[in-house]
Nanobody, 115 residues
Framework: QVQLVESGGGLVQPGGSLRLSCAAS????????MAWYRQAPGKQRELVTT???????NYADSVKGRFTISRDNAKNTVYLQMNSLKPEDTGVYVC?????????WGQGTQVTVSS
């Protein structure tokens, strides 16, 4: 019974900050690579950032310098710290856990950046 549960989404003004969390259960979390995706209405799903089981991170060019992904293996949780938010960051943010051929997705949390 694998579960990935996101939290922390909401409405924020441009230039503001938000911290998303994704809590995992039912997997050996420390072995999994984690990722955050986002999708805006009418647009393709976009890979935002990844973190390997060893803590190596990668970011989409659009969020470099503004977003930070991190993980706490003791809490089975991955985080996405989002700063200097822009309206184009608006979308449903979804976390993903991957290990070899195994992949699991959360339900997503809405982030809206608007004045």
């Amino acid at each position: 019974q694998v579960q990935l549960v996101e939290s922390g989404g909401g409405l924020v003004q441009p230039g503001g900050s938000l911290r998303l969390s994704c809590a995992a259960s039912g997997i050996a979390f420390r072995l999994y690579a984690m990722a955050w995706y986002r999708q805006a209405p009418g647009k393709q799903r976009e890979l935002v950032t990844t973190i390997t089981s060893g803590g190596i991170t990668n970011y989409a060019d659009s969020v470099k310098g503004r977003f930070t992904i991190s993980r706490d293996n003791a809490k089975n949780t991955v985080y996405l710290q989002m700063n200097s938010l822009k309206p184009e960051d608006t979308g449903v943010y979804v976390c993903k856990a991957s290990w070899g051929s195994r992949a699991y997705w959360g339900q997503g949390t809405q982030v809206t950046v608007s004045s």
